[in-house]
Nanobody, 124 residues
Framework: QLVGSGGGLVQPGGSLRLSCAASGFSLESRNIGWFRQAPGKEREGVSCISNRPGDVKYADSVKGRFTISRHNANGTMYLEMNNLNPEDTAVYYC???????????????????WGQGTQVTVSS
């Protein structure tokens, strides 16, 4: 099970930190990712990270503003979001793949477990 938290309403230029806690399985050897879906749009891969050193990817729209991280020991993954703008408004989902040594991908098909989604709204 993946349980996400940390969403909410924030003004443009503000920050939020999303968390996602895994229970019942380990994050070790699994790729993790964050996705988002805005109304009327397809789900977008925001960022991903594997256990390979340096293997971190971001969508161009969030590079330099978002930071993904993981803490395997406590089974938690994070998405730090800074300088938010209204285009970042969406439901954000955490996702975890099956045990693998592959590089991470921002495509949904690599992921087998999904969080319930948390709403992020950026508005003044």
């Amino acid at each position: 099970q993946l349980v996400g938290s940390g969403g909410g309403l924030v003004q443009p230029g503000g920050s939020l930190r999303l968390s996602c806690a895994a229970s019942g399985f380990s994050l070790e050897s699994r790729n993790i990712g964050w996705f988002r879906q805005a109304p009327g749009k397809e789900r977008e891969g925001v960022s991903c990270i594997s256990n390979r050193p340096g293997d971190v990817k971001y969508a161009d729209s969030v590079k330099g503003r978002f930071t993904i991280s993981r803490h395997n020991a406590n089974g938690t993954m994070y998405l730090e979001m800074n300088n938010l703008n209204p285009e970042d408004t969406a439901v954000y989902y955490c996702a975890v793949g099956r045990p693998s040594t592959a590089f991470c991908s921002r495509t949904p098909g690599q992921y087998s477990r999904w969080g319930q989604g948390t709403q992020v709204t950026v508005s003044s």
